[in-house]
Structure formats: C-alpha cells, structure tokens
C-alpha cells in the first residue's frame, strides 16, 4: 500500500500559480503511475494530469493543456503539479492518486490509492 499525503494549496488570483506537491509513504513510490484529479462543488471529479512509473510519459486534460506541468522526483517519493495561469475555473480541491496497472489513466477508476485531497481557490 502507499499513503498519499497533498499540500500547496491556497487561495491565488487568476493569472497566479500555485505548485502542488503528493508525497508519498508506503511501498517504493516508482512501482506506482500518479494522476492528479479534481473536484469543484457540484461536479463530478474529473482528470487532470498523469505521469507514468519513471516519469516518461505524461497526459493532460485538455483545458489544462500548456498551463500545467505534471513532474515527479522518484527520490523523494514526491509528484507535483505545477499550475500556471490559473483561472476562477480551476478552483477546485486536488488529490492526487496512485495506480499500479494505469490501465484507464484519465479515469478514477484506473487508481488505487487517493490523498485526502487540497483546496485550490481563484479568485477573478
């Protein structure tokens, strides 16, 4: 098993950034894919970014596409989400989760361990 534990969020201006970090405890953090998801109040929760084992590959959702970079530090045991450019529509609270398999990696249902999740807020 691997606990996940979010932080950096906060309040920001639209045009600010933020920098989330995950960082990671349990079974060795490189045996696991990670995704960041969000979920704004009333929504359903909905993909964000993902990297891949050693970090190779990443994905994005498109309306985060060029305003935010998804890295991981395997030493560490850390994944982050820089957040550029942020918009009102980006508020939201942000978990980042693990996947062994990453068969589905723009779906929750493809990971297997979540965060407690951080609140992202922007204000226009």
């Known amino acids: 098993q691997v606990q996940l534990v979010e932080s950096g969020g906060g309040l920001v201006q639209a045009g600010g950034s933020l920098r989330l970090s995950c960082a990671a405890s349990?079974?060795?953090?490189?045996?696991?894919?990670m995704g960041w998801f969000r979920q704004a109040p009333g929504k359903e929760r909905e993909f964000v970014a993902a990297?891949?084992?050693?970090?190779?590959?990443?994905y994005y959702a498109d309306s985060v596409k060029g305003r935010f970079t998804i890295s991981r530090d395997n030493a560490k045991n850390t994944v982050y989400l820089q957040m550029n450019s942020l918009k009102p529509e980006d508020t939201a609270v942000y978990y980042c989760?693990?996947?062994?398999?990453?068969?589905?990696?723009?779906?929750?249902?493809?990971?297997?361990?979540w965060g407690q999740g951080t609140q992202v807020t922007v204000s226009s």
């Open positions: 990297i891949s084992w050693r970090g190779l590959r990443t």
């Open positions: 349990g079974r060795t953090f490189s045996s696991y894919a």
């Open positions: 989760a693990a996947s062994e398999l990453w068969r589905e990696y723009r779906s929750g249902r493809g990971y297997d361990y």
